[in-house]
């Protein structure tokens, strides 16, 4: 039995790029990314929608237009924004990894952002597959 997740949407964008290493050098990946917050626990996940899921369709639409780098332009189908809606997703699998992010330097005394600098965290990516879509959720579900 796959592992179920039901949270809130706290947002969600078609992600592409291409692959820079390995048999699929050069070779493009899309999928939905979503973050949803499971309200009980308090956690939020980093989920993925990958392409080639019946559903993928459903959610993300080719804008026929090209990008800086030559890549197909997709958005999300009118309609389809989750964003805080309560979801209930099946995860296929977990994958554990690193990811960059921009965190704030700041000078000695706290007073003031210098920089940002760019460093890599642990993350953990759930591949998810059966979105249901619940609605917006009751106040005293939140």
Known sequence: MPHVLKGIVKGLRPVIGTYTEGDRKGQEWF?????IHDTKWGETYSCQLPADDPQYKEFVKLTGQKDDKGQEVRELVEGKDLKG??????IK???AGERNVKQRVFKANGDK??????????????????IQDLGFPKDDDI
């Open 31 to 35: 999928f939905l990314s979503l973050e």
């Open 85 to 90: 809606h309560e979801v209930r997703v099946s």
């Open 93 to 95: 699998r977990q994958t």
């Open 113 to 130: 952002n210098i920089s940002m600098e760019e460093q890599a965290v642990p993350t953990v990516r759930s591949q998810i597959t059966n």
